[in-house]
C-alpha cells in the first residue's frame, strides 16, 4: 500500500452572535501530521487565551517528538501554569480535540472536552468521540434522550477542560485510515447549529476541504451562528511513489507552507486561471453593478444634520455607505439649540433629502421657525396705553 499523508484546511469564525472568537485550530497536516481544534472559555480575552495557549504546547510538544496523550497532557500544564500566574486568566479552559498521523498510516484523535471529531468513509458520517458534557452524562444514564440533549439549556456545559486539574483525563481514539478517508474536527459552534444529517450532506457535495470547511461555518451562521464556529477537515491522500521521493515543486502550498490542495494531479496554470475566471466573471458583474447602485445612491441623497454646532447639508448618507463618506454641501449659521426638540431630534438622526433642493427648503422652513420664534410678532408686542396714543388725524 502507498504510504499516506494528509491534506487539511481549517476555517475558524466569530459567529453571528459572540464579540470574540475564543475558537482556534492548528493545521500542522504537512510538517507534523497534526490537526487540532480547541475552544477556549474563560471572561475577556481568557478564553482566547487558553485555546491559543492549549495548541502552541501541542505544536511544540509533537515537534519535540512527543507521543499525543503526553503532548494534551502538556497543554494542560500549559494552560493551567498561565491561568495561575494571571488573576486576569484564572478560571480559563479550553476543550482540545487532535489529530496525529502516525508512521503506519494510522490516526490518532486525542480529545478532552465537547469539540467532535467525525470520520467521513464512503459518504457515512460517524462521530469518532464522545463529548464530556453535562447532557452527555445525563444521556448515558438514562436521564436524557439524545434528542432532548440537542435543546437542553445546560447543553453547552463541559466536564473535562484543558487549564482546569493538574491531571487530565484524554480521551485517545486510534484509527486506520484509508486513502479518501476523511475526518472533521470542530467545536460545538458547528454541532448545536447544524444536524449531522446536513453535515455529512454538505461534505458529500464540496470535497475540497478549505471549501468544505467553508460551507459548514456557513451553515453553522445561517442557521444563526449563536456560537463561536470552528470546521477543520482533514484528508487521507495516497503519495504516488514517484511524488514520495521526488523534490514536490508548486504543489499549492501557500507561503506559510500549507497546502490549498492535494498534490497530485497538477493542472495546466492556464486551465485554472481559465476555469477561476468563468467562475468569477457573472459575480464580478453582479457585485460591479450593485456597486455603481450603491455609489450613486450614496452621491444623490442628501442630509440635513449638525457639524461643529451648526446646521449643516451634507451630500451622501449619514454614517457613510461603503466607500461613501458624506461631504458638506453648505454650513449654515442655525444653532441646533434654537430648534424645537422634534426638529432637533430630526437633524440629529440626519433627516435625508432626495435632492439639494428639498434640503434647502428644509433649512429655510427651520430658519423661519427660528425667527417665528425668537422674534416675536408685533400682535403680541404690548400696545402702548389708549390714552397716550396719538389723536387721530
Ligand atoms: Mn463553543
Known sequence: MSPLKLVAAGVTDVGRVRDGNEDDFLEQADRLGLVAVADGMGGHRAGEVASA?????????????????????????????????????HGMGTTLTAGMLGTDGSLTVGHVGDSRAY?????????????????????????????????????????????????????????QLRAGDRVLLCSDGLTTMVRPEEIATILGREHDPKRAAQLLVDAANAAGGEDNVTALILEAVEVPDEVAVAPVVDDGRDAAGRRG????????????????????????????????????????????????????VFQGIKGGLLIWDPTIERRTDLNPDDLTTAQREDVTGGKKFSSRGDADAYVRRLRHGIEQRTTPPSTTVPTLPATSAPPPS
Do not use: C
Open 53 to 89: 495557549t492549549a495548541l502552541e504546547a501541542l505544536r511544540a510538544a509533537v515537534a519535540a517528538g512527543q507521543p499525543l496523550r503526553k503532548a494534551i497532557e502538556g497543554a494542560n500544564d500549559a494552560v493551567l501554569e498561565k491561568s495561575e500566574s494571571d488573576h486576569e486568566l
Open 119 to 175: 470520520l467521513i468513509r464512503d459518504g457515512e458520517l460517524s462521530q469518532i468521540t464522545e463529548d464530556h458534557s453535562l447532557v452527555e452524562e445525563m444521556v448515558k444514564g438514562g436521564e436524557l434522550t439524545p434528542e432532548q440533549a440537542e435543546v437542553h439549556p445546560q447543553r453547552s456545559i463541559i466536564t473535562r477542560a484543558l487549564g482546569i486539574d493538574p491531571v487530565v483525563d484524554v480521551d485517545l481514539y486510534p484509527i
Open 261 to 312: 490542495r492535494p498534490p497530485k494531479p497538477r493542472r495546466r496554470p492556464g486551465r485554472t486561471i481559465f476555469r477561476i475566471a468563468i467562475w468569477a466573471l457573472p459575480i464580478l458583474l453582479v457585485l460591479g453593478v450593485a456597486f455603481a447602485v450603491v455609489g450613486w445612491y450614496a452621491r444623490n441623497t442628501y442630509f440635513v444634520g449638525i457639524d461643529r454646532s451648526r446646521v449643516t
